[in-house]
């Protein structure tokens, strides 16, 4: 069995500060991780994806996430928002290409002047 | 490319009629096509999933005699919410995928907003 946290359903950050968006997975078997973004009424838009090569993945739009598997963790960063960065971020799980994905509650970033 | 295109974009319908939103993959072929429901401000849930030519895997809890899924080609599946009723309201999002047993890359559509009367 396969589930995601993300801790933190609203996180709000200043103009250039940095972004850290917190994901916790539990999974039985080695699994692949994903980061989305959803902007209002739409669909879903892959950030970035760990298919356990390396543990630091860059993604689009300056996102990179560390894959820790002694924490059970691939939390998102960036180090400096942008206002367009204001979205809905889901993280999501899957044990073994994307054949069954797993999403998180997501988090909606704000990101103020 | 992979792009992945849904229809209508919003539907509003009387409670008892049915819906049906189709969902394309437009540059590619999607061996496997996957439909989630997401309630607002929540997240999205697997309702289920269709390879092309077979019946449907459906999530547990969903009901497939409500929610008709049809995926006759590669590039097209079909949702179909039959006697829609208030509580079907929702935002329906598809995806596609490509690549084998263990897909590659999964490319989701625009969504579809349905309320229902």
């Known amino acids: 069995a396969q589930s995601v946290t993300q801790l933190g359903s609203h996180v709000s950050v200043s103009e250039g500060a940095l972004v850290l968006l917190r994901c916790n997975y539990s999974?039985?078997?080695?699994?692949?991780l994903f980061w989305y973004v959803q902007y209002p009424n739409q669909g879903l838009q892959l950030l970035l994806k760990?298919?356990?090569?390396?543990?630091l993945v860059k993604g689009i739009n300056g996102f990179e996430a560390e894959f820790k598997k002694s924490e059970t963790s691939f939390h998102l960063t960036k180090p400096s928002a942008h206002m367009s960065d204001a979205a809905e971020y889901f993280c999501a799980v899957s044990g073994g290409g994307y054949n069954k994905l797993i999403f998180g509650a997501g988090t909606r970033l704000a990101v103020h002047p | 490319g992979a792009v992945v295109s849904q229809h209508p974009s919003r539907v509003i319908c009387k409670s008892g009629t049915s819906v049906k939103i189709e969902c394309r993959s437009l540059?590619?072929?999607?061996?496997?096509m996957f439909w989630y429901r997401q309630f607002p401000k929540q997240s999205l849930m697997l309702m289920a999933t269709?390879?092309?030519?077979?019946?449907?895997?459906?999530e547990q809890g969903v009901e497939k005699d409500k929610f008709l899924i049809n995926h006759a080609s590669l590039t097209l599946s079909t949702l179909t919410v039959t006697s829609a009723h208030p509580e079907d309201s929702s935002f329906y999002i598809c995806?596609?995928?490509?690549?084998?047993?263990?897909?590659?890359?999964?490319?989701f559509g625009p969504g579809t907003r349905l309320t229902v009367l």
């Open positions: 999974s039985s078997v080695p699994p692949y």
């Open positions: 995806s596609a995928g490509v690549g084998g047993p263990n897909l590659n890359e999964q490319f």
């Open positions: 540059d590619f072929q999607a061996t496997t």
């Open positions: 269709s390879n092309e030519g077979s019946k449907a895997t459906y």
């Open positions: 760990y298919t356990s090569a390396a543990t």
